[in-house]
């Protein structure tokens, strides 16, 4: 299973990829707007750190719109992955991008058909909200599961990013389902590290190990 993480702050994509653990990287406007940068500029900044899939949202919601936006994101680096949202707007722009070989994650997904749309127009990934729905009280990881089922049935290429994780619950539920990625914000990366019991057993080593004679 491939780790994104879901932020557009570049001192968190630092420190993730100190740890070895990111794959790729998903933006969205509202992130970008937390970062206080430059959209482009720090999309750059963002491809220079990570060798992978980044996602780079278009904010138009016509596909003539989304493609000229799309056009330009593609041209900052190879690896830029255009995000589009799941609207009818958005799986024509989908399709053409697909014939130009521009890469698209389809977001904003809440329904299995809404994912087998996306797929069809030919998007790369496919971007389904678990927290989003959690919070709503449906169970955003059913979700998933349907879309890796129908996907699975019909040997669909698109990649299933599970999105809005909010906890490592859900990354492990994903990691079991058999999802592709997981995007996940830092605090989150960090969480799947840590165990409570790793903590005591090593300062129960390292405090039996100041009574070992040292030489
Ligand atoms: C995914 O690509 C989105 O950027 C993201 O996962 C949304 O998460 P949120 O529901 O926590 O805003």
Not at 33 to 38: H, I, Q, V, Y
Not at 129 to 141: A, C, E, K, T, Y
């Amino acid at each position: 299973m491939k780790f994104f993480l879901d932020t557009a702050v570049v001192d968190e994509i630092r420190e993730g990829v100190s740890y070895g653990l990111v794959d790729g990287v998903t933006t969205n406007p509202s992130l970008i707007a937390k970062s206080g940068r430059d959209f482009r500029e720090v999309i750059a900044e963002i491809c220079t750190l990570v060798d992978g899939p980044i996602s780079a949202e278009v904010v138009s919601t016509d596909a003539e719109g989304m493609l000229s936006e799309g056009r330009a994101l593609a041209k900052i680096h190879d690896n830029i992955v255009v995000k589009v949202p799941m609207i009818a707007e958005g799986l024509k722009a989908t399709r053409r991008f697909a014939a130009e070989g521009i890469k698209t994650n389809v977001t904003l997904i809440f329904s299995p058909s809404q994912a087998l749309l996306a797929a069809k127009a030919g998007a790369s990934f496919v971007s389904p909200f678990v927290g989003r729905l959690d919070d709503i009280s449906h169970v955003g990881m059913g979700l998933v599961e349907e879309i890796l089922d129908i996907f699975g049935n019909y040997d669909i290429d698109a990649e299933v990013i599970v999105a809005s994780i909010r906890n490592p619950l859900h990354v492990v539920d994903a990691a079991r389902m058999g999802a592709h990625i997981g995007t996940m914000p830092l605090g989150v990366m960090k969480q799947l590290m840590r165990h409570p019991l790793t903590d005591i057993g090593l300062q129960q080593f390292l405090k039996d190990w100041e009574s070992v004679p040292k030489r």
